[in-house]
């Protein structure tokens, strides 16, 4: 895994949400006792990577949404160290969906913009690039899109030839190629956090993202390397990334 901008500092005003509360019930097989953000990846769970990963870039304040097993992300927190980050956490009571576990977490979220990062996938982007464009493009969200060879599990973004996305494609099925999808990783501004919080919406991606008017939401491009832990096969595979030794 690269180090972007290894002694980057762009994090450290900016507080980090991580939308870790999913049930996980196609990994199920895999890790039958664990929620998935503790699933087993190059030897240490999967939170520990993102965790490093963000800390790289500065970041100090950490929220976790966490559901299913959260004993068990709260237990692996108090057994391990990271120095530099001030974790808190919040359990659903009920799983709530991502749009669901930010209106949640809302007051616990005191900065303009927020990060926002679905727990189960990753992307070797360089985060201060991310909050630079959002920045730039002055839109209440931007989101960081991967392009890669098969996108056949994941729908589409459609962007304009100003980085602005115009639309989302739902995933078909069979074979796909190369296209743009949404990775996972947002740069969100209190504004439209409010807006989340003041609704009834469950899905960030369908009910809220894909509902605003086309050129609203901002997004930075690239052919990074992308990996979402959510089934067995992709579990596997997530290795390669973080092993140096693969």
Known sequence: MKADR???DCLHSIDALI??????????????DLP?????VAG????????E??????????????????DAVRRFLAETAFPRLEIATIAEPE???????????????????????????????DLCALLARHRAAGTPGTLLCA??????????????PAGLIQGFREKTSGPSGRATINAGVYALSARLLDEIAAGHARSLEHD?????????????TGGYRFVDIGTPESLASADRIFDPDI
């Open 95 to 125: 799983p709530l969906g991502t749009a669901g576990a930010i209106r949640f977490a809302r007051h616990m979220l005191t900065t303009d913009p927020v990060l926002v990062l679905n727990g189960d996938s990753f992307v070797d982007a």
């Open 147 to 160: 392009e890669i060879g098969d996108a056949s599990r994941y729908g589409r973004v459609e962007l304009d």
């Open 19 to 32: 939308l870790a509360g999913g049930l996980g019930t196609r990994l199920r097989s895999a890790v039958p």
């Open 53 to 70: 990963w963000i800390a790289r870039f500065g970041a100090r304040r950490i929220v976790l949404s966490l559901g299913y097993r959260a």
């Open 44 to 51: 240490r769970p999967f939170l520990h990577h993102l965790l």
């Open 208 to 220: 809220i993202f894909a509902q605003l008017p086309p050129g609203s939401l901002a997004a930075l």
């Open 6 to 8: 290894q002694n980057a």
């Open 36 to 40: 998935k953000v503790l699933a087993p």
